[in-house]
DNA sequence: ATTGAAAGAATGTCAGACAATCCTGTTGAC
DNA sequence: GTCAACAGGATTGTCTGACATTCTTTCAAT
């Protein structure tokens, strides 16, 4: 008999199907800020009984991409500008330093990977796919963090995108937007490329504050 | 009739009560790293019944405070020398980010509780009751992260701090550590104090670097 | 001692139930 | 007409009990 491939994968149970699913259905913005999620309606729609969702709900709750009030229930956080604009300060923070990082440590293959990120987002850039310009973006600062060499800067960069995730989507479809974003991107990948870590922290910090000032107008652009 | 001084306390639920307890017992080093959790046991011992002793469960992994491996179920994770690296060097990002702008924001009131806290800890090191040092130590950081301005960066401090408690207080006990501990808080103070904001930040990191180091140490002394 | 199989323990998941709480629309008083 | 009390339904918090699946451990056989 030939050797079991599946070498101890975890089997996926319902629970992590389920947080999975809500999660992405969360950061594609398929439920509007401020919004009740209810528990029968969830289970029917994943086909779940209660107590596994619930406890996949407890799971994004500690996410901070859900809330849950006591006997009001879960609901998406309405995010305040002032929140927000906290979160893109610590993500500076994070990714300026992993910027830094990568730029002294990426290996060959993995600066091939970046390269090749850069190239597919500025395909989705070209494009009017909003949806696509934040994936490959995501795509590129992941494999940033993933090089940084330290998985605790990954991790927590990683929530803290999350929760603006919100935000990413309305700011890439500003005008412009995504082809700034574009040079911006290429300049961190140029100075990580030539292994400048000081030019890698400043072109990161750039990006972050631009990313920011969108986020920012499109904010207030509308409502 | 009195009026309800309980103004709208969201009540507390099982869960979170449940997670509260837990939580403390983790972190006050009452389970064995790599030690499994039973869930009946905890049932039993909390008096509480499965489904929301496993929403407290889902919630603590969330927070990286155990581990829930499918059909092994929960363990209180064995922190890699590695890993603790990794959270050391974020929460220096973080804790010198949060001195340095408390320097130049902090409230004279709050001022006095940071002095306060020092003196708590001051009196906790010349004690040998090491949990003591721990909790006034916390206390200390605590106050400089909550005036720094940035409630984002607050939170992810904090759950940076819990997952290497089991540190703190190994290393704490370290012949002269609180001593040497106290000097560089007292420096933390008073470079915030003077609103120095350099100061403040080349004292924060030279402290968590100090504490790295003595982490380090305690770690490999014994096994 | 190593291997293998069977018994036991623990987890993953579900269904159903009920009390407490919240929300909503209606009624009634001013 | 506006506001307040209220009743009813909807929703959540929590428990009990159950069962299949998956470890884990014990014990026997080689």
Known sequence: ??????????????QQETVGKLRLAILSGLFQPGSRLIESQLCAQLGI?????????????AE????????????????????ATAIYEVRELLEV????RCASRISPEQL?????????????ASSNDSI?????????????????????LEEVH???????SFFRGRSMSLE?????????????FESIAAGDEKAARKASKQHVLRAKAAAKISMDSDI
Chains 1, 2 share one sequence.
């Open 112 to 124: 091939g990977e970046l390269e090749r990120s850069l190239s597919a987002f500025e395909e989705a």
């Open 158 to 164: 990683r929530g803290l995108v999350a929760r603006i």
């Open 132 to 152: 696509a310009q934040v994936m490959t973006a995501a795509d590129f600062y992941s494999i940033i963090l993933a090089n940084c060499g330290n998985p605790i």
């Open 97 to 100: 330093e992993a910027a830094g």
């Open 49 to 61: 009984s209660r107590p596994s969702l619930r406890e996949a709900l407890r799971s994004l709750e």
């Open 64 to 83: 901070r991409l859900i809330e849950i009030v006591p006997n009001r229930g879960p609901s998406i956080p309405a995010l305040s500008w002032e929140v």
């Open 176 to 188: 412009g937007r995504a082809q700034s974003s574009l040079a911006e991107m290429r300049e961190i």
């Open 1 to 14: 008999m030939p050797p079991d491939l599946n070498l101890r994968i975890s089997p996926r149970t319902v």
